[in-house]
């Protein structure tokens, strides 16, 4: 079991949780060695990391990077391809940009963001170690809903981060994501309870509460701890 740290322990206050308990961190690093909230630069101007494919990863960066597909080109500020480890065993995948993350050009760097750095470092994991990304590429113009034609628009963007990154596990952060992954309408209740893989895969893809959800209805924090830790476990036991 990890030691519980003073700051550990009042993350898992906030998010509702008592004590927890690993069966094995093979591969992780301890929670008591890592630094919260490390952000790369990647998803911004500068490509920074390339992943195994190499000039594909750099490719598809500079695609997103000036992609006019839709009509959120013409809104946007700046693209937000995504950030992290991209050869991460985890990846989580969001809605779309708001307003900061438009701004800065990475994903989750506002209140949503925060939370779920503190969820992440809950579990012993951080950002340089995972890779986070979003359906949209583009900020929805006032925070509105993504629309159909935006979806089908970034899907290959999304299609190729998945095939490049070849992640063990995907944690899907509410139910846009959890829709297009896996091709289903059902409230995230439903397929919360489920065991998800994407489609054509074997890659299990674990649903949660998007992070601004839990911002607005404290009382699902347990619940989404619950699929943190399922997400933990699938990690540790898909590791070679
Ligand atoms: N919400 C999302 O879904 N993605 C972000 O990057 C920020 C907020």
Redesign the pocket.
């Known amino acids: 079991m990890y030691p519980l740290t003073e700051l550990r322990r009042q993350i898992l206050d906030e998010m509702g949780v008592d004590v927890w308990s690993l069966r094995d961190k093979s591969g992780v690093t301890d929670v008591d060695t890592i630094q919260p909230a490390a952000r790369t630069q990647e998803g911004t101007r500068q490509p920074a990391v390339n992943n195994e494919s190499g000039a594909d990863w750099l490719s598809l960066q500079n695609t997103v990077f000036s992609c006019q597909a839709c009509k959120l080109a013409k809104s946007r500020t700046r693209t937000?391809f995504g950030s992290g480890n991209s050869n991460a065993d985890l990846l989580l995948i969001?809605?779309?940009?708001?307003a900061e993350?438009d701004r800065q050009g990475l994903?989750?760097v506002?209140k949503?963001?925060h939370l779920l750095d503190a969820m992440l470092y809950a579990i012993g994991l951080n950002r340089e170690q995972v890779f986070i990304c979003?359906v949209l590429k583009c900020r929805p113009p006032n925070n509105r809903d993504p629309q159909p034609d935006e979806v089908e628009a970034c899907a290959s963007y999304l299609t190729a981060q998945i095939e490049s990154i070849k992640p063990r596990v995907i944690l899907a952060?509410?139910r846009f994501a959890a829709h297009r992954l896996l091709e289903t309408d059902l409230p995230v209740y439903k397929m919360r309870e489920n065991s998800n893989c994407l489609p054509g895969t074997n890659i299990p893809v674990v649903v949660t509460y998007?992070p601004?959800s839990l911002l607005r209805n404290p009382e699902q924090k347990a619940e989404s701890w619950f699929d943190l830790c399922k997400a933990k476990s699938l990690l540790e036991q898909s590791s070679p």
Not at 94 to 98: D, I, R, Y
């Open positions: 937000v969001g809605e779309a940009p708001g993350e994903p989750f506002g949503a963001g979003n952060l509410g998007h601004a």
